[in-house]
């Protein structure tokens, strides 16, 4: 289980919900059988969406956002799916999602970014693409952390110079 997983279930165990909708497995209600499919959650809190995005398959991400899901949902940690595909690398889909309004600067358990997670991963054309479209590369998470402090050496000179273009 990722590190990102135990969080997500760290949450959802102490949130003190009784929500059935909220877990898999509990009573159900006429509301959770009305849920569409897009709209259930796993034990993470995660939708089809997340998972999706996870997975880098596009066409379902697509299909997904045609169908009404909200790209910036939330799972029990706080991740939205951009948050996923960011973590994963995967670009197309890091576009659908923000093309479909997914918030660029949303930020997850302990104030990362999808750009934390794409400068941590070293995905250079995805942090390009983020900050191209408005991601704030000067944010700080919980940790005091900017995407620059944490950024893989692929992506370090980019973020270093857009962090100083913002700053002027």
Known sequence: MSER???AL??????GSNDAEMS???ASSSSAHSRSSRDRINERGETALHIASKKGDQDSVKKLLEQGANP??????????LHEACNHGHYNVALALVKAGANIN???LENDTPLH??????QLKLVKMLVERGADPSFKNQKGKTPCDVAAPA?????TQAR???AQ
């Open 117 to 122: 997670d794409a400068a941590i991963t070293g």
């Open 72 to 81: 910036n949902v939330t799972d029990f940690a706080g991740w939205t799916p």
């Open 164 to 166: 100083e273009t913002v």
């Open 10 to 15: 760290l949450m959802q165990m102490t949130s």
């Open 5 to 7: 997983q135990q969080m």
């Open 155 to 159: 992506v370090y000179n980019y973020l």
């Open 24 to 26: 898999p497995g509990g």
């Open 106 to 108: 949303a930020t997850g």
